[in-house]
């Protein structure tokens, strides 16, 4: 299960682009608590303190406890929906927060960890990990921070797929079981160097008939 981090934040009383603006310049991002049961909350919170503890997270949705001052309610529940950034800057724009309860059904995108060394790399092939980030179903007290799986058995051109992910109990995927998470394949020199070799084999082969023949028309001559 995820850790529930504490995330301290202020009633924000100014709305608008402008007011955002100057909120940005000052080092503090505005923010949105929305849910279907509660009335929507404007906040403010720490840039630089929601930053550090996004950088921590294998996802970017994570469930917090924020800590509101200066709200009617202090504390809050809530995942973290949506981060927007500055594309050119990098720079925190918005944070969207989705209030919940702990038993409540979500659904948010968590890693695909593959563990291991598979038996069929140690034998010259390659692993394609094709999947590093599934969506899944939960309360929000058994939200995942990531989807790990062993592969250390994984032979060449065996495959991992999405049916054989170890889910943790109570959390579901929606996405189709035969999709590939991971592949063993063998790797282009490999195939190459096994290829070519049975190609000079034969062109070998079919040299040592000609020389014969050669030899032969010689003989007779």
Excluded: W
Excluded at 38 to 53: C, G, H, P, V
């Amino acid at each position: 299960m995820a850790k529930q981090e504490t995330l301290k934040a202020d009633k924000r009383e100014v709305k608008g682009t402008t007011a955002s603006k100057r909120l940005r310049r000052s080092g503090i991002v505005p923010g949105v608590i929305y849910g279907s049961s509660q009335r929507e909350y404007m906040i403010q919170l720490d840039s630089k303190a929601f930053f550090d503890l996004a950088k921590k997270q294998g996802s970017q949705n994570f469930i917090v406890n924020i800590e509101i001052e200066g709200a009617d309610e202090k504390t809050k529940l809530a995942i973290v929906q949506d981060i927007q950034r500055d594309p050119l800057t990098g720079q925190l724009i918005h944070v969207d927060f989705r209030a919940v309860s702990e038993n409540e059904t979500i659904h948010a995108v968590v890693p695909v960890h593959l563990v291991g060394e598979p038996a069929g790399v140690k034998s010259g092939g390659i692993l394609e990990h094709l999947i590093h980030e599934i969506e899944v179903h939960c309360s929000a007290n058994t939200l995942p921070d990531a989807i790990e799986n062993d592969v250390t058995g994984l032979e060449l051109g065996e495959s991992l797929r999405v049916s054989d992910l170890n889910l943790p109990e109570g959390v579901i995927t929606k996405m189709d079981g035969d999709v590939l998470v991971g592949l063993v394949t063998q790797t282009r020199a490999a195939a190459s160097e096994g290829g070519g070799g049975e190609e000079g084999g034969e062109e070998s082969a079919e040299g040592g008939e000609e020389s014969a023949e050669g030899g032969e028309e010689a003989a007779s001559e």
